[in-house]
């Protein structure tokens, strides 16, 4: 016969119970830290926002595609594209509300527009934000010189006029044998505030958002600066784009937006003595818009060598 332990057994079923609480216990905390791993609030739930976007050029609402994105260190992240209707705001859904988010618009005859967008306590309580993006008319050039290439240092003076808005105002230059240099007196764009190598300040992590060598901003717009003087940003050497390699010789820009005015700028043309009646100087203009590029948005001449926003327009000045 096997006689059993009474105070044996029972110290058996104790202790299980033991291991079985402590066992649902871990259980149980896994499940906190994993829900708290997902959410930093403590919840799994994301809230969501429903903003309204509508597009105005003049006060007049036109057609557009918009893009809303958020930031992901220098990229941009897309949440939400479609178009815009002509005649109302356009219900966009699913945008969380504690994103800090971007609203783009872009049409065909109009430059672009971009804004930061945070949502305030009453839009959060009432789960719900309007935004207007305010387009600007592409623009026109008129192109007037005074000055040639008669001499061997020679100075034109460009003016240069929009009816309208005309954007990143940039020039592309080709030249035949008879020219031996052609140069822009130093360009700088001037800053209200401060130009920024970082575009944010991480306050969890204590870390700035650094941009690109030789990239800065101001105001929410980047530029590519060789140096930094005071308020001014000494602007880089200008790549050729895409559409024009092969046909020109240099590329330069001048940092300037044209609004309605004309604006006034001198070129240096350096020349041989034996020119003929062969040789000239053609300057190509061109604009620049905002571009979602694949990864971040940009301001841009072109997609895929194709010329975006204002048609490029030429001036040929001749020799003789």
């Not at 000494?234 to 309605?260: C, H, W």
């Amino acid at each position: 016969m096997v006689y059993m332990n009474k105070r044996g057994n029972t110290t058996w079923i104790v202790v299980s119970i033991i291991i079985g609480i402590i066992f649902i216990l871990i259980l149980a905390l896994g499940f906190v830290f994993l829900r708290d791993k997902i959410s930093p609030s403590g919840s799994s739930e994301v809230k969501y926002m429903k903003i309204y976007i509508r597009s105005l050029e003049s006060k007049n609402q036109t057609v557009s595609d918009y893009f809303v994105d958020y930031s992901q260190g220098l990229n941009s992240v897309i949440l939400s594209n479609g178009k815009l209707s002509e005649d109302s705001y356009t219900e966009v859904l699913n945008i969380p509300q504690d994103q800090e988010i971007y609203v783009t618009c872009l049409s065909d005859q109009y430059y672009s527009d971009r804004k930061l967008k945070i949502f305030s306590q009453t839009e959060l309580d009432l789960n719900s934000s309007k935004l207007d993006c305010n387009l600007k008319k592409i623009g026109n050039l008129t192109i007037k010189y005074s000055g040639g290439l008669n001499d061997i240092e020679n100075r034109i003076e460009l003016n240069i006029s929009s009816d309208k808005f005309f954007q990143g105002l940039s020039m592309a230059f080709s030249w035949t044998a008879g020219i031996v240099d052609v140069s822009i007196d130093q360009m700088s764009k001037t800053c209200g505030t401060e130009w920024k190598n970082y575009t944010k300040f991480n306050e969890t992590n204590g870390e700035y958002l650094y941009l690109d060598n030789s990239s800065y901003q101001c105001d929410g717009k980047i530029e590519n600066c060789k140096s930094i003087d005071g308020l001014n940003c000494v602007l880089s050497d200008e790549k050729i784009p895409n559409r024009f390699l092969g046909q020109v010789d240099y590329a330069f820009y001048t940092g300037k937006d044209i609004n309605n005015e004309t604006y006034k700028l001198n070129i240096n043309v350096k020349t041989t003595e034996d020119k003929n009646s062969f040789d000239y100087l053609k300057i190509i203009f061109y604009d620049k818009d905002l571009r979602y590029t694949g990864t971040r948005w940009e301001y841009v001449s072109e997609l895929g060598g194709k010329d975006i926003s204002a048609k490029d327009k030429e001036v040929i000045i001749k020799y003789g």
